[in-house]
């Protein structure tokens, strides 16, 4: 197997052009575990930990957080937690404190695995995915982005150069089923995030599909009835019939971490929890405008 090592962006992108069958490797906490059980077998590895541009984030004109693909979990739990804090959430959830220091959402990206926990969020926010080759860059609606079970968007040359955020623009939640605590992938997940100023809701829903989706009935159903200009306490009949909305778009399977039933079940309850918990943090800003 041979071992790339580009010192800087442009020969990575070079690199990738002439060997598109190498696989980048940024904190190799997926990769690795493929390598170690033998799962594949590549003909090159791409190193990106030498690239300064994949491991730090900025503000772009548009007030967009530019974040580079590899920024550790752990830095953007620290760094963009207050301008973020959806995606903070979800990288509070992610494996262990070692697996946070190396991994990050272009590895999540670049995996796909329906069960990732960065997707919900990224939908739900409408995040952009920038992706670059010799040939140039383009700019991917995260929605549009996961292609299948463990299948994305990339062309064969491309590398994630970075992924697109906007501040939140009000109350954002991630929240996540699994068989314990922390070291579990998600048997379903859920993020919800508001626009308090437009009055919109965006959602993502995590595995309970081939790929992470939103639940666009479910969003124009709050959007017309939450009542937005007198934030009165959540009426549990509509938070009921929102969490009714999120199950049906979803279209989980069985498998070894739960079933399809179970898997609606709890994303009625995701979505119900996670309304309630962004409604009452309006509400609080509402009172003190
Ligand atoms: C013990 C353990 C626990 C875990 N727990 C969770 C969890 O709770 N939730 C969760 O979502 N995941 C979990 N994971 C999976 C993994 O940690 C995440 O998917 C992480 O985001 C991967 O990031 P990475 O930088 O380590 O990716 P890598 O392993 O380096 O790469 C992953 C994939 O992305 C590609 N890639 C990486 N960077 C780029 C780039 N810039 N451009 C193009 N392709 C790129 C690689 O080629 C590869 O296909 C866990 C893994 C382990 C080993």
Redesign the pocket.
């Known amino acids: 197997m041979d071992f790339l090592h580009p010192a800087d962006w442009a020969e990575a992108l070079e690199l990738k052009a002439e060997r598109p069958e190498a696989?980048?490797?940024?904190?190799?906490?997926?990769?690795?575990?493929e390598l170690n059980f033998d799962l594949h077998r590549p003909a090159a590895l791409m190193d990106?930990n030498r690239i300064p541009e994949?491991y730090s984030w900025s503000v772009e004109p548009d007030g967009r957080i530019r974040l580079g693909?590899?920024v550790?979990?752990t830095r953007i739990i620290e760094e963009l937690g207050d301008v973020l804090p959806g995606l903070a959430m979800a990288a509070r959830?992610?494996?262990?404190p070692q697996?946070r220091n190396?991994?990050?959402?272009?590895?999540?990206?670049?995996?796909a695995?329906p069960?990732?926990?960065?997707h919900p969020v990224l939908v739900a926010t409408d995040a952009v995915i920038e992706a670059v080759s010799v040939r140039g860059a383009r700019r991917i609606a995260a929605v549009d982005f996961y292609k299948g079970v463990k299948r994305n968007d990339?062309a064969a040359d491309?590398?994630?150069?970075a992924v697109l955020l906007r501040p939140a623009a009000g109350p954002q939640q991630f929240s996540k089923i699994?068989t314990r605590n922390a070291?579990?992938?998600?048997v379903c997940s859920f993020a919800l995030a508001f626009d308090s100023a437009a009055r919109t809701v965006g959602t993502g829903i995590g595995s309970a599909a081939p790929t992470p989706r939103r639940a666009r009935e479910a969003e124009a159903f709050l959007a017309e009835e939450l009542p937005w200009d007198d934030p009165a306490e959540l009426d549990p009949q509509l938070a009921d019939y929102f969490g009714d909305l999120v199950s049906a778009a979803a279209s989980p399977i069985d498998d070894v971490r739960g079933t399809a039933a179970y898997r609606r079940h709890a994303l009625k309850v995701m979505g119900r929890r996670t309304l309630s918990w962004c409604w009452n943090d309006y509400r609080a800003a509402f009172a003190a405008a």
């Open positions: 696989v980048p490797i940024a904190g190799g906490t997926d990769v690795m575990v990106l994949l693909a590899n550790p979990y959830t992610v494996g262990s697996i190396r991994g990050g959402v272009g590895g999540n990206l670049g995996a695995s069960a990732g926990d960065t990339l491309e590398l994630i150069s699994g070291m579990v992938i998600a």
